[in-house]
């Protein structure tokens, strides 16, 4: 059975994992499994998000906790306590252009080293980073990211584990749950196999571990 209560799963994450989580400002967050990190006060997560969303939203819930001690991103600025941690030195932020975080969470998530991206040439970015010639033309490779744990919210999810999101939702949630080693998602309803036609299944349950059960 896929199903997993939702304090046997967060249960099964050890203080120190990585997490790759989906959503953008909280859309799409798995907000459920957020709270629970928080209530069975987990410590020193590495967190791949596309943001820090907002305090007592989404995963800025876990940064208000300080349940983080590195996160790797592409935007902070709506969030005035992961700027707080970052400059008093509790918390390690490793920005990224969002268009390379996305890449290199899907060079992860399809098992590649990494991806060849001119974004962040002569900029902060480029710091630390290998500089490749391409038929004369430079890039910088930015190196393939996967988590220990991918947390995902869908609007639906059947018995199987097979996953749809709603509109905007979708955002990071699908590229999210191909990255990590074990893949744990939340959904609004659980349905019936069949319920949700083929082509409309954004995340196979063959990628999915977990349907963390709602009731």
Do not use: W
């Amino acid at each position: 059975m896929k199903r997993i209560s939702l304090e046997e799963a967060v249960a099964a994450i050890p203080d120190g994992a990585s997490l790759a989580v989906g959503g953008f400002v909280g859309v799409g967050t798995p907000e459920r499994l957020c709270d629970e990190l928080v209530r069975q006060g987990r410590r020193d997560l590495t967190l791949i998000t596309n943001d820090t969303a907002r305090p007592g939203m989404g995963v800025g819930k876990l940064i208000s906790a300080r349940c983080v001690r590195k996160v790797i991103t592409s935007h902070i600025g709506l969030n005035p306590e992961t700027q707080q941690q970052m400059h008093a030195g509790s918390l390690e932020v490793e920005l990224v252009p969002q268009g390379s975080l996305v890449e290199r969470i899907r060079c992860g998530g399809f098992g590649l080293g990494g991806v060849l991206t001119p974004t962040g040439l002569g900029t902060l970015a480029e710091e630390g980073k290998r500089r490749i010639e391409v038929e004369g033309k430079d890039y910088l490779l930015e190196t393939a990211l996967t988590a220990d744990f991918a947390l995902v919210h869908a609007m639906y999810a059947d018995y199987s584990g097979n996953l749809h999101y709603l509109l905007t939702a979708r955002n990071f949630n699908p590229i999210v749950a191909m990255a990590g080693s074990r893949v744990m998602a939340t959904a609004d309803h659980i349905v019936p196999v069949g319920v949700i036609s083929p082509d409309d299944v954004m995340t196979p349950a063959a990628v999915v571990d977990h349907i963390v059960a709602n009731h």
